[in-house]
C-alpha cells in the first residue's frame, strides 16, 4: 500500500505547472513555502534565500539594520583615515575596513531592497512567505511525477 497524501498531490501539482511554466520561458523559482508546501515564485518574488551560504538573516529590515552597522563601519574607519591624515601622519591601515564597510554597506543595501521589493509583490499577489530552506529534491518530485494513478 502507497501513501500518497494530499500535499502530495498538491506539490505534484505545483511542480508540473512549474515545469510548463519554464518550459514557457517564464523565469520561475521552485521553493518551499514557511508552512512547508511547494510554491513556484515569480522571479521577481524572491529576494534573497537566507541560509543558502550568505544572508541568515530572512527579512528586509533585518538585512536593513545590518547595512547601518556597515555603514557606520565605513564612517568610522574613514574618519580613523581622515583625522591622522589632516594631522599630518599617514595612518593607513583604516583602508582596508573602509573599503570592507563600503563594500558590505552596498551589498547589503541592494539585499535588503530587493527582499523589500519582493515582500511588497507576495502581498500585492497574495502569495505565501518562502521558508528559510531553499532546496527542493527536484529528483523525488520526478518519482512523485512517475507515480501510477
Partial sequence: MIFYSEQERRNDAVYAEHKEAVAAGEKRVLRT???????????DEIGFTPGRGQAQ???WWGMAIICAVLGLLFLGSLVMLT???????????????IVLGAFGTLYTFGLSRDEYRASQLRKLRDSPKPGTSARVDVNLLELCQKRPG
Fill in 83 to 97: 583625522v591622522p591624515l589632516m594631522q599630518g601622519r599617514g595612518e593607513w591601515g583604516a583602508l582596508f575596513p
Fill in 57 to 59: 538573516v530572512s527579512t
Fill in 33 to 43: 513555502t514557511s508552512t512547508g508546501e511547494l510554491h513556484s515564485y515569480p522571479g
